[in-house]
């Protein structure tokens, strides 16, 4: 009856009594009367469906309420986080008791030119399991100074917990029991080391983002008992591909390697493309100690100094790993791919591979863009160029579909021997690094589409397709720029997005409008159900080519296993995966998130540091966000700082949120959202993850 409920509120798309929706589904017994109520007090409880004031029943969605995520910002206002919809920004006097990290039910309470506002009127859930502080001690007493000042709380420490603690120890707290809305008793479960530790600075991050950094005995016991190398009869049943020629391209300090390829070019003119990837779910096995610590962790998070991997070593650097000059056992999907960039005839199987050489994207990019041949390369030149031809075909292929490249930089932080950041730098996205990208599509693509017409259970990546509305702001914004654009963008699809990025290549906010744009779409997520990638515009697509960094990869090596090499698709196994899938999905997701969060605050907190040792210096930058506070200010290498409003001494600002600029009342000077400015370093503090800047002179500004 849930399903009918649901379906009736929504078709209705208004609220209802409990006696209209009992007589629109025909209930006539008293039976069937309390079934109907405990069904619509449960759906309530679930946020499905909501109760008015006027005592009906509506559709969640179809109310002025949503659930989502408070992420609160240092300045005490938040934002709701709610999945494919607009973030509801919330002001300080309405956040209610709510702190960051919080699941909330978000009331809507006014929709602005640019946002939506919203009161928090309830809290769902509150997501606070652990803390993490600094001790300080005064007078014999320990305090625990918290690094997120997002959390407005006082952490009271079990006397029992404080033996061994001394001033300055980065502490993991598992937060206890309630004493009011601001206090928790909590207790010491870890010590990281000492904040002037090398190396702590970046654990306590990872220790704040809940993510494992050691293994555990029960797991290494298991790795243990893992080869180090394949065994004699590991190769029956495999298509042994070892004398062909196949490596790999990573980048230079690359050591877990997933992904190796091979190219031939086929007599009618077609290219014959092999994706061999490391088959990590032959050793990881459904169920085992292994399998669960990967399940949890989700993924492999890449940070400044170092790698926190899904897999143990021996396995992530070593018997997975497609080393060169070694055994390893594979997945390979081999396509022949014609001149359009279609897949002409494929085959996946389990293979036995021997990589010829480990290749760099620099050295890659050095022969295919300069034609300059490193030592060892030399019997390769011609695969390359084949890769290169074929990565060709397959982007203008993707480009025709409406593939949309936002073409956004990435910074990549550079440190010392001590983990200290030393530079800031932008990373190279060159002619190997989108091969790369482009063989990997191909083969995520076909696998996918495989198993999505056998119709079995699967793991898809999926991006839904962005709302109009996100659209039309975005719109309103290259307008207010002062940019006019081609085509009608009513009819939302990959081309018409990839048409609209086009037509701004050539502005100078170029950057701050693709990365704007790309916040409009949708998150990337996985799920059971398949509705397409959007920003690839795929109809069809799984992640299948990272399975050592991502276990939604191990799963799909393990479902090509279960149905295409064993052969086992009885109601048993179906069964099995159609209940386990879709909380693997929600959870890797979820898992991914973490990762991303805990890269990017790793990221901020090593920019600060590194701008810490040039206060006073001066940079060329880019108004990239004007906020009702201050402006933020982009450099060239990415690192952001704030210009705060009470540093401009000239004049008094006023911040006109519906044009992104801010207007001088006297003497009428405008900074606007992509204007041109030198700044000077005002201050950074690696410990706040805060940079804040001045104006040196004004450029382009009217």
Known sequence: MEDKVLKLLNDENKALTVYEIKDLLEITDVDGIKELVNILNKLESEFKICYTKKNKYMILKNSNLRVGSLQVTKKGFGFVDIDGEEDVYIPIDNMNGAIHGDQVVVEITSKKSMELEGRIVRIVKRNLRTVIGTIRVKNNKYYVDLDDDKIKLNIILN?????????????????????????????????????????????????????????????????DKIPDHVLDNEYKGRIDLRDEIIFTIDGDDTKDIDDAISIEKLS??????????????????????????????????????????????????????????????????????????????????????????????????????????????????????????LADILRDNKIRKGYIDFDLDEAKIIVNDNGEAIDVTLRNRGTGEKLIEDFMIAANETVARHIYYMDYPFVYRVHGEPSEEKISRFL???????????????????KNMQKLLDQLKDKKEFTILSSELLKSMQKAVYDYKNIGHFGLASKCYTHFTSPIRRYPDTTVHRLLRTYLFNDKLNNEVISHWEKK????????????????????????????????????????????????????????NLIEGLIRFEDLNDDFY???????????????????????????VKSASKEKHTIDFIIVNEKNNS
């Open 159 to 223: 006397k029992d917990s404080t033996k061994n603690l001394v001033d300055g120890h980065k502490v993991v707290i598992k937060v206890l029991t309630k004493i009011n809305n601001t206090d928790y008793h909590g207790q010491v479960i870890r010590i990281l080391g000492h904040i002037n530790d090398p190396g702590v600075d970046i654990l306590s991050i990872v220790a704040k983002h809940d993510i494992n950094d050691t293994f555990s005995d029960e797991v290494m016991n298991e790795v």
């Open 268 to 389: 009618n003119g077609n290219y014959k493309l092999g994706v061999h990837i490391a088959d990590v779910s032959y050793y990881v096995k459904e169920g085992s100690e292994l399998d669960r610590e990967a399940y949890d962790r989700g993924t492999s998070v890449y940070l400044a100094d170092r790698v926190i991997p899904m897999l143990p070593h021996k396995l992530s650097n070593g018997i997975c790993s497609l080393n060169p000059n070694v055994d390893r056992l594979a997945m390979s999907c081999v396509m022949e791919i014609d001149k359009t960039g279609e897949v002409a005839n494929y085959e996946i199987f389990e293979s036995v591979i021997k990589s010829r050489i480990q290749m760099t994207y620099k050295k890659v990019n050095s022969i295919l863009e300069d034609n300059n041949i490193s030592s060892g390369y030399e019997d390769y030149v011609d695969k390359l160029k084949a890769m290169k031809e």
């Open 476 to 494: 309103r914004l290259v307008s207010i720029l002062g940019y006019q654009v081609n085509g009608k963008y009513t009819n939302i699809t990959p």
């Open 581 to 636: 899938l879709p909380a693997l999905v929600e959870h890797a997701s979820y898992k991914e998130r973490c990762a991303v969060e805990c890269e990017r605050e790793v990221d901020d907190m090593k920019m600060a540091e590194y701008m810490e040792k040039h206060i006073g210096e001066e940079f060329d930058g880019i108004i990239s966000s004007v906020l009702s506070f201050g402006m933020f200010v982009e450099l060239p």
């Open 654 to 680: 006023i911040y006109d949120e519906s044009t992104f600029s801010i207007k001088g009342q006297t003497n009428h000077k405008i900074y606007r959202l992509g204007d041109n400015i030198r700044v000077k």
